[in-house]
């Protein structure tokens, strides 16, 4: 009979235990070694985590984990994890300076994020029906129709103004 696989739960990481470990600039979102790092011989004040070609963020490991820089960065500054998203505002997922990152739903993320690859529009929000375009957006995963109309550009502006009262800071047009 087949054991079953048990997931790896990660262990807790307080804000203590964390600086110890590293110190944090968060002018310039680098996280530098305070301790000697025998496997990686990182020596005191190397800088700390990489990012892997494989992934878009810069990871830091220790303790047997990978913990993304950008949570340790929450809770490095804050003392408590983000309870749910950390975003980033300029999009840019290596800067992790504390004044680009604020906690976000996972909604609220999304209003944050690119135009997806399969718009062929240009225009976020905006799809084509027929010769007219249609005004939609994603709210809590459910699409919402703002409208019909004649240009791309009249059924962006409809997005923008809904995604503005809807997201307020975390709207992005394009």
């Known amino acids: 009979m087949k054991k079953k696989s048990q997931k790896k739960v990660q262990p807790p990481l307080n804000q203590r235990r964390l600086k110890e470990l590293l110190h944090y600039d968060p002018d310039t979102g680098i996280f530098r070694w305070k301790v000697y790092r025998k496997r990686s011989k990182a020596a005191p004040g190397d800088v700390a985590g990489k990012r892997h070609p494989s992934q878009k963020y810069v990871r830091i490991g220790f303790d047997g984990w990978m913990w993304p820089a950008h949570r340790l960065a929450f809770l490095y500054m804050i003392g408590r994890w983000p309870e749910q998203i950390v975003d980033h505002i300029d999009r840019n997922p290596l800067n992790n300076r504390w004044s680009n990152l604020r906690e976000a739903t996972h909604s609220q993320n999304r209003f944050n994020s690119k135009m997806t690859v399969r718009n062929k529009t240009g225009f976020k929000g905006v799809s084509p029906e ?45």
């Open 130 to 174: 027929g010769n007219r375009w249609i005004a939609s957006i994603m709210v809590s995963g459910e699409s919402h129709y703002l409208g019909c109309f004649a240009t791309p550009e009249e059924a962006h502006r409809a997005y923008c103004k809904a995604a503005q009262k809807i997201a307020g800071e975390f709207a992005r047009a394009q």
